[in-house]
């Protein structure tokens, strides 16, 4: 099966690669402004065998890990704190609507004033916008803790502690997991438009820089690594889930009774 | 297992955190500004574009650091980041059109011109901006522009005032004309398949037009004044009181780099390489700005009154306060 699903996978690609390969050719679309895929895959390996590529890379990369690093402690203690202490849930609940809908991007100007167009700025919006991911699912998390469960470990006479360590935080791990998956895919996406519209070092500058500077194929080709860099951290983030889970019922696929 | 798990990501959390400190804490220390040595660093706020050439070229022939000077660049993609970058001290200088640092200074926005960056090449039809049409485009002149879409790349700007210009000069109405925004780099595909009658467009997207068989039918430029200066290279009025020498220092090594940039445009087109990614295909055709040592006062005097009757400015810009 698993064989199966990766040669369709597979063929996918390649019709999808082919189809961008003809449509230009054709003359369908613009060659100038939409480039074959043998064009932009020559521009693909000009870019990776330029040093100044891979400083991008590892700046977008530096921005996503620290952005995410920090959404995710944050989103995870705060999000337990409020669970945890009686009226703190009731009373930031307004406040947490309130600004979860509010976009990253609009906070683009505050960041420029504040840090310009350092690592800062970007870590400011990719950690704004990957924190509520997390925080979210940690709230729903803890809600789904077996309040029978809970009671019993009271009357066992278990503290605070014990009773995240032992009731809570497991009941509340795979949310927690399913938010930092989510807040994975937000904070590559938001590294990369910092850096595209506030000139931040990275990928997202690199693509502005071609843009700007009429070299469609070259951006083009940067815009495929973007996409490689989100499927490999879903492919990550999946992995890590399932291992961090591995006891867990919705991994272990037993049927729960 | 459970508790290993726990006490691991425990233990990846706190070391994630502490870098996350660590680093944005040495991030945070900008030694720009700073000198060491005898050599000041100051930081430049650029858009990557080839106006800018002059800076990387006087960087690399020497001309800042025979002033003591180093320059560090920050490219952002558009004024945007700029502006705001000088005004809070992120960059000791940036690089913005007048147009926007009179409406800066009409805002109180404390900021002050230090030295000229660019200035359009006075000549009709070979400018490095130009409002272009679609090589089957009816329209031969900026009059027919009336109830048309044309874009620009910033409404109530620079670009808007300069092609409004263009078509009173050839006695159309500005009004009926009905402006777009759009980014310069998107313009060629969108004058191609149509979507706008016409576009003011500036180098490189202008050769890429050109390319296609797009028609030139103005330089708005050139229609707002003779040698019009477009962009000034600008700091903060607080940096420019407390560090009067190094702004003088960067003045001089400008103008010595502009003077030197216009002389030798094969050296210009070369630098230009290293901080775009323009093709050298497309390098070779791009119509490059006049780099005049000094800004015309005449010029963008001009350009203030035109913009006042755009109704740019929310009080008259003091030019005595803003130029150098």
């Given at each position: 099966m698993r064989g199966v699903n990766a040669a369709l996978g597979a063929a996918g690609l390649a019709a999808f690669l082919a189809l961008g390969e003809a449509v230009p050719r054709l003359g369908l679309v613009e060659e100038t402004y939409f480039p074959p895929t043998s064009r932009i895959a020559e521009a693909l390996a000009d870019e990776t065998g330029d040093s100044a590529f891979w400083t991008a890379l590892g700046d977008t990369l530096t921005g996503w890990a620290l952005g995410l690093a920090i959404a995710s402690c944050a989103g995870i203690v705060v999000g337990v704190l409020i669970s945890v202490v009686p009226y703190l849930r009731a009373a930031t609940a307004s406040t947490i609507e309130f600004l979860r809908p509010i976009p990253s991007v609009a906070l683009i100007p505050l960041a420029v004033l504040l840090y310009g167009t350092e690592l800062r700025s970007v870590l400011l919006l990719v950690v704004y916008a990957s924190f509520w991911q997390?925080?979210?699912?940690?709230?729903?998390?803890?809600?789904?803790?077996?309040?029978?469960?809970?009671?019993?470990?009271?009357?066992?006479?278990?503290?605070?502690?014990?009773?995240?360590?032992?009731?809570?935080?497991?009941?509340?791990?795979?949310?927690?997991?399913?938010?930092?998956?989510?807040?994975?895919a937000v904070a590559l996406i938001l590294a990369i438009t910092s850096e595209l519209v506030i000139g931040a070092p990275g990928l997202g500058k690199r693509i502005g820089v071609a843009q700007?500077?009429?070299?469609?194929?070259?951006?083009?080709?940067l815009i495929v690594v973007t996409g490689l860099l989100g499927l490999l951290i879903n492919v990550g983030a999946r992995t890590v889930e399932r291992r961090a889970l591995a006891w867990h019922q919705s991994v272990r696929g037993e049927v729960a009774v | 297992m459970r508790r290993r798990l726990f006490t691991r990501?425990?233990?990846?959390?706190?070391?994630?955190?502490?870098?996350?400190?660590?680093?944005?804490?040495?991030?945070g220390?900008?030694?720009?500004?700073?000198?060491?040595?005898?050599?000041?660093?100051?930081?430049?706020?650029?858009?990557p574009i080839v106006d800018v050439a002059p800076l990387y070229l006087g960087q690399e022939k020497g001309f800042f650091e025979k002033q003591g000077l180093k320059l560090r660049f920050t490219t952002a993609q558009g004024g945007a980041a700029i502006v705001p970058g000088v005004a809070s001290g992120q960059f000791q200088f940036g690089f913005s059109n007048v147009t926007s640092?009179?409406?800066?200074?009409?805002?109180?926005?404390?900021?002050?011109?230090?030295?000229?960056?660019?200035?359009?090449t006075g000549v009709e039809g070979k400018d490095f901006s130009a409002i272009t049409v679609g090589k089957d485009s009816p329209i031969r002149s900026p009059k027919d522009l009336e109830g048309k879409r044309v874009a620009i790349n910033t409404l109530k700007n620079i670009?808007?005032?300069?092609?409004?210009?263009?078509?009173?000069?050839?006695?159309?109405?500005?009004?009926?004309?009905?402006f777009v925004?759009?980014?310069?780099?998107?313009?060629?595909?969108?004058?191609?398949?149509?979507?706008?009658?016409?576009?003011?467009v500036v180098e490189p997207a202008l050769a890429t037009v050109r390319s296609q068989g797009g028609r030139i039918i103005a330089s708005p430029l050139v229609d707002v004044a003779p040698d019009l200066t477009v962009a000034l290279y600008f700091t903060s009025t607080r940096y420019a009181q407390q560090n009067p020498e190094v702004v003088e220092k960067f003045r001089k090594a400008t103008a010595e780099s502009l003077a030197y940039a216009d002389a030798h445009p094969d050296e210009a087109r070369r630098i230009v390489t290293t901080y775009t990614k323009i093709p050298a295909a497309v390098l070779e055709k791009v119509t490059l700005p006049k780099w005049p040592a000094e800004p015309n006062r005449a010029s963008i005097?001009?350009?203030?009154?035109?913009?006042?009757?755009?109704?740019?400015?929310k009080s008259t810009p003091d030019l005595d306060k803003l130029l150098p």
């Amino acid at each position: 099966m698993r064989g199966v699903n990766a040669a369709l996978g597979a063929a996918g690609l390649a019709a999808f690669l082919a189809l961008g390969e003809a449509v230009p050719r054709l003359g369908l679309v613009e060659e100038t402004y939409f480039p074959p895929t043998s064009r932009i895959a020559e521009a693909l390996a000009d870019e990776t065998g330029d040093s100044a590529f891979w400083t991008a890379l590892g700046d977008t990369l530096t921005g996503w890990a620290l952005g995410l690093a920090i959404a995710s402690c944050a989103g995870i203690v705060v999000g337990v704190l409020i669970s945890v202490v009686p009226y703190l849930r009731a009373a930031t609940a307004s406040t947490i609507e309130f600004l979860r809908p509010i976009p990253s991007v609009a906070l683009i100007p505050l960041a420029v004033l504040l840090y310009g167009t350092e690592l800062r700025s970007v870590l400011l919006l990719v950690v704004y916008a990957s924190f509520w991911q997390v925080l979210i699912q940690v709230l729903y998390g803890v809600q789904d803790v077996d309040p029978v469960a809970d009671e019993t470990a009271r009357s066992y006479g278990l503290g605070t502690w014990a009773r995240i360590r032992h009731v809570l935080w497991p009941t509340a791990l795979p949310y927690v997991m399913t938010g930092v998956r989510l807040a994975a895919a937000v904070a590559l996406i938001l590294a990369i438009t910092s850096e595209l519209v506030i000139g931040a070092p990275g990928l997202g500058k690199r693509i502005g820089v071609a843009q700007t500077s009429q070299a469609v194929p070259e951006m083009y080709a940067l815009i495929v690594v973007t996409g490689l860099l989100g499927l490999l951290i879903n492919v990550g983030a999946r992995t890590v889930e399932r291992r961090a889970l591995a006891w867990h019922q919705s991994v272990r696929g037993e049927v729960a009774v | 297992m459970r508790r290993r798990l726990f006490t691991r990501l425990a233990a990846v959390s706190v070391l994630l955190t502490a870098a996350a400190c660590g680093s944005s804490d040495g991030g945070g220390t900008s030694d720009a500004g700073a000198s060491s040595g005898g050599v000041t660093t100051v930081e430049v706020g650029l858009i990557p574009i080839v106006d800018v050439a002059p800076l990387y070229l006087g960087q690399e022939k020497g001309f800042f650091e025979k002033q003591g000077l180093k320059l560090r660049f920050t490219t952002a993609q558009g004024g945007a980041a700029i502006v705001p970058g000088v005004a809070s001290g992120q960059f000791q200088f940036g690089f913005s059109n007048v147009t926007s640092l009179m409406i800066a200074q009409s805002n109180n926005v404390p900021i002050k011109a230090v030295a000229n960056a660019i200035a359009s090449t006075g000549v009709e039809g070979k400018d490095f901006s130009a409002i272009t049409v679609g090589k089957d485009s009816p329209i031969r002149s900026p009059k027919d522009l009336e109830g048309k879409r044309v874009a620009i790349n910033t409404l109530k700007n620079i670009n808007e005032t300069s092609v409004r210009a263009s078509v009173r000069k050839a006695g159309g109405d500005p009004d009926k004309v009905e402006f777009v925004e759009l980014a310069f780099d998107q313009m060629p595909a969108a004058l191609d398949s149509g979507q706008i009658d016409a576009a003011q467009v500036v180098e490189p997207a202008l050769a890429t037009v050109r390319s296609q068989g797009g028609r030139i039918i103005a330089s708005p430029l050139v229609d707002v004044a003779p040698d019009l200066t477009v962009a000034l290279y600008f700091t903060s009025t607080r940096y420019a009181q407390q560090n009067p020498e190094v702004v003088e220092k960067f003045r001089k090594a400008t103008a010595e780099s502009l003077a030197y940039a216009d002389a030798h445009p094969d050296e210009a087109r070369r630098i230009v390489t290293t901080y775009t990614k323009i093709p050298a295909a497309v390098l070779e055709k791009v119509t490059l700005p006049k780099w005049p040592a000094e800004p015309n006062r005449a010029s963008i005097e001009a350009l203030m009154k035109l913009g006042e009757d755009d109704g740019l400015f929310k009080s008259t810009p003091d030019l005595d306060k803003l130029l150098p």
